[in-house]
């Protein structure tokens, strides 16, 4: 009797932690080390769809940029989410901001899914998952779906975990606008 009121106890607190959720130290997140707030955001430079070669976060000076990492092309919840952003893509030009999509998918891949979804913003080919695993967004084989708000000198302001597809280009957006009046809060 004691042991089944033990157990019951136990599953009880286990639910409970999860219903408040576990905090989890900020660096640190499932995929591995953030990168810090308000420093340089790691550049890099990936393969593209569009044609121009590669494409390198540098080139994105003067103007945010929206990094987000995604699992696979062609998914569901990757297809809502580039779908969510591709329908606010004029409000991020409004607000002088870039997106760029990173995942495993190679260039091909890439190529056929933003022809298929209408897509007008680059996704880069992360093939190797190098990029992925600097930003600690790398989960054995493919990215996981973090995204980092990255400001016009190149310095990460914000970073966007556990993503929630179909709401997240409106998130971006209000904290795009949040950061761009002034109220800098990560």
Not at 20 to 38: C, E, F, K, R, T
Request: charge should be negative; hydrophobic fraction near 40%; charged fraction near 20%.
């Amino acid at each position: 009797m004691v042991r089944r009121h033990f157990l019951k106890f136990l599953c009880v607190m286990g639910l409970a932690l999860l219903i408040n959720g576990v905090h989890v130290i900020p660096a640190w997140a499932l995929g591995g080390p953030q990168p810090s707030l308000n420093q340089p955001a790691p550049d890099f430079s990936l393969p593209t769809n569009t044609g121009d070669g590669s494409i390198a976060l540098s080139d994105y000076r003067g103007q945010w940029v929206v990094l987000y990492f995604y699992p696979k092309d062609f998914t569901p919840g990757c297809t809502l989410e580039a779908k969510r952003f591709q329908q606010d893509f004029p409000k991020y030009q409004q607000r002088n901001a870039q997106i760029l999509g990173v995942s495993v998918d190679d260039v091909d891949s890439h190529r056929e899914f933003c022809d298929s979804q209408g897509l007008k913003f680059p996704l880069l080919a992360d093939t190797d998952g190098t990029v992925s695993k600097i930003y600690g967004s790398w989960l054995g084989y493919m990215s996981l779906r973090h995204t980092y708000l990255i400001d016009p000198d190149g310095l990460l302001r914000k970073v966007f975990l556990g993503v929630q597809p179909a709401i997240h280009s409106t998130e971006v957006l209000a904290s795009l606008d949040e950061l761009q009046s002034g109220n800098k809060q990560p």
